[in-house]
């Protein structure tokens, strides 16, 4: 079975930093597209970053400067380097997998993993 689990999140003060990452198994075929959406309290689920198996990326215009976003393809894992972090950062942050079979392409979803950003 597809599984994808994150790890790394926690409590951390203005200004510091935090390292997601991102385990993806149980599939025979490569993964494409990676990446990361975010959930505040409240509000509605939003893009992150996104990496491609080439190591393409791309960025919210919120987090860009501050957040990067890599991959470990043998691995199948994707991280995510969170510096300068702000209250407003305050989110559940899931991963994401696409898996292109050559009939369908599939998106899995991690659990998510909490980033609380305050003093």
């Known amino acids: 079975q597809v599984q994808l689990v994150e790890s790394g999140g926690g409590l951390v003060q203005p200004g510091g930093s935090l390292r997601l990452s991102c385990a993806a198994s149980?599939?025979?075929?490569?993964?494409?597209?990676m990446g990361w959406y975010r959930q505040a309290p409240g509000g509605q689920r939003e893009f992150v970053a996104r990496?491609?198996?080439?190591?393409?990326?791309n960025y919210a215009a919120s987090v860009k400067g501050r957040f990067t976003i890599s991959r470990d393809n043998a691995k199948d894992t994707v991280y995510l380097q969170m510096n300068s972090l702000k209250p407003e950062d305050t989110a559940v942050y899931s991963c994401?997998?696409?898996?292109?079979?050559?009939?369908?392409?599939?998106?899995?979803w991690g659990q998510g993993t909490q980033v609380t950003v305050s003093s």
């Open positions: 990496i491609s198996t080439a190591g393409d990326t």
């Open positions: 994401n997998a696409e898996l292109n079979t050559g009939a369908l392409i599939r998106t899995y």
């Open positions: 149980g599939s025979i075929f490569s993964f494409d597209d």
